[in-house]
């Protein structure tokens, strides 16, 4: 581990730059804060972040612009969007260009210190992969991968089409293994309920008492709700992929939707 | 008041009149004058031959004092003025005032002018030219005057006297003037008394026309003041109701017919505003409210966390902490309005789709203790249907009917059956085109709810546009201008103008003109131009025959809906659970089934129950 972790947070409200470098202070991160993504830019060029906390409506380069920009420039910094403006696309189409969680304002202390961490860790599971594959290391594999005709929203929730229509929605062992702590609750919602796709389906309390939230991969009606998970917790680490599933749905808007998930089958985190 | 159209009217009326009048009194008068002037001159003339035979003999025998006295006695006759009888020269040889007697005349004189204008005395002069009008003083009566040459003659110049040599042609003039003023008198009375008539006339048609306009048009006018000023402040419930069965009562219902219109196209706008506008208002305030938002959660959020020690200050913030989630969560939920999904269609089996339902719902039904009988037929085909999709509508169909429930529950029977149906009445029309191509379907004008087909119309002076039912042969059109019932209608594209009206052919039923309009790869769809002509024909449809459809019907025991309700059920918003409900859904599930190329319907009795009917398309491949 890295021994002081800086992050960048770029938002054109001073009132959100202070909040999260006031928020980081508790766990001794350090902020450096950009009015603009182009002073922003002028800070990460000049040194390394483990981090950038990003809005996305912003005079001049918006998130996604920046996300585009690190993207073509090869610089593999995690980035968490954050913005007012919290519609389903915005999410959807973040985490789809490369954001590896998508933060809605307003948010609260536990959710921005639980995705951070969870970014954090995500970004250090990911460069030791990546080393370990550079080695030709076969064999340390940090993580299982979702199968390969699962589709997931960003890094975090898996969806998989059943023959008769409905999708089996779930948690990829990567996102589980960003959550540092021991699960201690899950909320899940009941059946017939709606869930909609880049919206929190289902939280994650652990014992460091942050909240981890997964966004729905999907948007739809929830058919099915899986007791077994209720009854044992750690089912979900166990099996992940089949036994560990949340819920079962019936699909809104399928088609429309589908265009926002990364087939497990890619290469890309 | 001289802007009124009353005054107007009676105004030109009364002008009309008096050259009417004038010019018949001015005739008139004129061809009594020229009658009695003639009847004058005839009776003066014969008067005036009578005095020259009766003083003929006298003359011949030169007795002049015979002359004389007859001259006289026929002078003191009333209306005659004056005879006498002149030689010659001019002088005045006996006259009926004998103090004239002697006196020369001189040959200008009006008497004598028409013979002696010219140089040589005229022997011969017709008749109209021996008359004259005169006035002796310019303030007296008019006179008539005739003048009879007496001619020589063989007894004459013959006669012992010898007074006249045989040469002579002319011997002298008689001359009687008679006085006109009876016939004057008589003109005048006719004159007054056309023109008291004719100020009678022009009153009494003045007041007629009086009570006319203000019974035709001013009342009827008023009215319609009344109602566009009513409008215009807003009522546009207003109506003016019947008036008249003329031009201005047409003008009414014609007004009635477009602020009925217009409010319905207000209610129409009006809602799909509120949607459109509480999107807008959801966007701007989640963007204005949710920085601020995010300053308060995260500082008082912070603050939390390090007042765990201070159990009083640590119950206030978790209150601050818990309102600002709450006031994130109503942002997110403007947000998360109004979404809408595409329909991804597989073949399916209807009968697992409303188990499935049925599943979702059965512990909610038991909890109000709802009974669900299902009356599944086994063996239905396979439909090409969005599953998820057509569940949410049998789950939204069983909740709303458990919902429906008076009292103390009650029972649902939800079946299927495999039935088929003539495309007459059936099959809707989804694309039309006038003959260069124009679409004619109109999605702002549904009819029960769905695209309409919009056609220019030209009916009795009047144009304006026609909704066609996009049903075949149901007929519900809606027509934007008022036309008689059985009126022939000019129909054509409201985009080119081209005439949609097939000269070749003629209404079966009625033998009145056909319309047609091109449905795109099936053919077209003809009918009867009548104004409720219920002839319509779709060749290619005919020849496909009837058709299969999977009927699925839910009946419920509940309270039913109102009769006034159930025009407005499936309309969005529509809604009588408070607010509870969004009244989205009877909306979503016609969106749905409409959609699925299927069609819904609903019959209710209060306090009976409720039952929706869907019809699906076994083989849907033509209602794409």
Not at chain 1, 215 to 224: D, E, F, V, Y
Not at chain 2, 60 to 76: C, E, F, H, Q, V
Not at chain 2, 512 to 517: H, L
Not at chain 2, 562 to 574: C, D, Q, S, V
Request: charged share 25%.
């Amino acid at each position: 581990m890295k021994d002081v972790v800086h992050i960048l947070a770029i938002d054109d409200e001073q009132v959100i730059l202070d909040s999260i470098v006031k928020l980081c202070s508790l766990e001794n991160w350090q902020v450096d804060t950009a009015i603009d993504t182009e002073s922003g830019l002028e800070k990460l060029s000049n040194k390394t972040y483990q981090l950038i906390i990003s809005d996305i409506m912003m005079p001049g380069m918006d998130g996604f612009g920046l996300l585009e920009y690190l993207r073509e420039k090869e610089i593999s910094v995690p980035v968490i969007i954050t913005t007012g403006f919290s519609t389903v696309e915005n999410a959807v189409k973040a985490l789809y260009t490369g954001a590896v969680d998508f933060l809605p304002k307003p948010f609260t202390l536990e959710e921005l210190l639980s995705s951070v961490s969870r970014a954090l860790q995500y970004s250090t599971i990911r460069d030791r992969q990546k080393a370990a594959m550079l080695k030709n290391d076969t064999e340390t594999l940090l993580y299982i991968p979702c199968p390969a005709k699962y589709r997931r929203l960003g890094y975090g929730g898996w969806a998989f089409l059943e023959a008769d229509g409905s999708v089996k929605i779930g948690l990829t062992d990567l996102f589980l293994r960003t959550i540092q702590s021991t699960i201690k609750h899950i909320d899940l919602l009941s059946a017939d309920n709606e869930i909609v796709q880049g919206n929190s389906c289902f939280q994650i309390e652990t014992d460091d008492e942050l909240t981890h939230s997964l966004l729905a991969p999907l948007s739809g009606r929830i058919l099915k709700v899986n007791e077994q998970i209720l009854a044992d917790i750690t089912l979900i680490e166990k099996d992940p992929y089949f036994n560990g599933w949340f819920y079962t749905i019936v699909p809104a808007n399928l088609e429309f939707e589908l265009k926002y998930l990364i087939p497990c089958s890619s290469e890309n985190l | 008041m001289i802007n009124k159209i009353s005054f107007k009217i009676i105004f030109s009326a009364t002008v009309a009149i008096i050259i009417i009048i004038g010019a018949f009194a001015f005739f008139n008068v004129r061809f009594l004058e020229r009658t009695l002037v003639s009847e004058i001159k005839r009776h003066a003339s014969q008067q005036s031959e009578t005095i020259k035979s009766s003083v003929r003999s006298a003359m011949l025998a030169n007795n002049r004092s015979d002359i004389s006295a007859i001259i006289k006695t026929i002078g003191k006759q009333q209306c005659i003025q004056e005879v006498r009888i002149l030689n010659k020269e001019g002088e005045i040889n006996y006259a009926s005032d004998s103090s004239k007697i002697g006196e020369m005349l001189d040959k200008k004189a009006e008497a004598c002018y028409n013979c002696h204008a010219t140089g040589v005395p005229l022997e011969k002069l017709d008749m109209k030219d021996r008359t004259r009008i005169f006035r002796l003083h310019p303030d007296s009566a008019r006179t008539f005057g005739v003048i009879n040459p007496i001619y020589n003659e063989p007894s004459c110049w013959n006669s012992s006297c010898h007074v006249h040599p045989r040469e002579q042609k002319v011997l002298g003039v008689l001359d009687l003037t008679v006085c006109l003023k009876t016939m004057d008198d008589e003109l005048q009375n006719a004159k007054i008394s056309m023109v008291v008539f004719a100020l009678f006339a022009i009153g009494l048609l003045g007041f007629v026309l009086w009570i006319v306009v203000h019974l035709w048009v001013d009342k009827p006018v008023k009215k319609l003041v009344q109602a566009t000023r009513e409008v215009a402040s807003g009522n546009l419930n207003y109506t003016i109701g019947h008036l008249n069965n003329d031009e201005l009562g047409a003008l009414a219902r014609s007004f009635d017919n477009m602020t009925r219109k217009t409010a319905e196209a207000r209610q129409q706008l009006f809602q799909s505003d509120k949607m459109a506008s509480l999107g807008r208002l959801a966007a701007g305030v989640a963007h204005e409210i949710n920085n601020p938002l995010t300053g308060i959660l995260t500082y008082s959020s912070f603050l939390l966390k390090r007042a765990k020690s201070q159990p009083e200050l640590k119950n206030d913030l978790e209150v601050i902490v818990h309102e600002t989630k709450r006031s994130r969560e109503i942002v997110k939920g403007l947000l998360d309005f109004a979404r809408q999904s595409v329909p991804k269609k597989n073949k399916a089996n209807i009968r697992n789709i409303i188990e499935r339902a049925a599943s979702v719902v059965e512990h909610q039904l038991n909890i109000s203790k709802v009974t669900l009988e299902k009356e599944l037929a086994p063996d239905l085909p396979q439909v090409l249907i969005d599953a998820n999709q057509m569940q949410q509508v049998f789950t939204n169909l069983i909740v709303n009917a458990s919902h429906a429930m008076c009292a103390g529950g009650g029972s649902i029977r939800i079946s299927t059956k495999l039935i088929s149906l003539k495309p007459y009445g059936t099959a809707q029309i989804k694309q039309a085109l006038c003959p260069k191509g124009h679409n004619l379907m109109d999605p702002d004008v549904k009819i029960r709810g769905m695209a309409s087909i919009k056609l220019r119309a030209k009916s009795g002076g009047s144009e304006g546009f026609i909704h066609l039912d996009p049903i075949y042969g149901k007929n519900r059109h809606k027509y934007g201008i008022l036309i008689d019932d059985k009126a022939e209608i000019e129909l054509s594209c409201p985009k080119c103008q081209t005439s949609l009206i097939d000269s070749r052919k003629r209404c079966p039923q009625c033998g009145a003109p056909v319309y047609f309009i091109e449905i795109p790869g099936k053919g077209r769809i003809e009918g009867c131009v009548t104004k409720g002509g219920e002839w319509q024909h779709w060749k290619i449809k005919e020849e496909e025959g009837a058709k299969e459809y999977i009927e699925i019907k839910t009946a419920d025991t509940g309270c039913g809906i109102p009769p006034e309700n159930l025009n407005k059920i499936f309309e969005p918003f529509f809604t009588t659970k408070g607010q509870k409900g969004t009244g989205l859904g009877l909306s979503v599930i016609w969106g749905i089934i409409d959609n699925h190329g299927g069609s819904i319907h609903v019959e209710s009795e209060i306090n009976v129950g409720t039952v929706f009917t869907i019809h699906l398309p076994v083989d849907d491949s033509d209602t794409e």
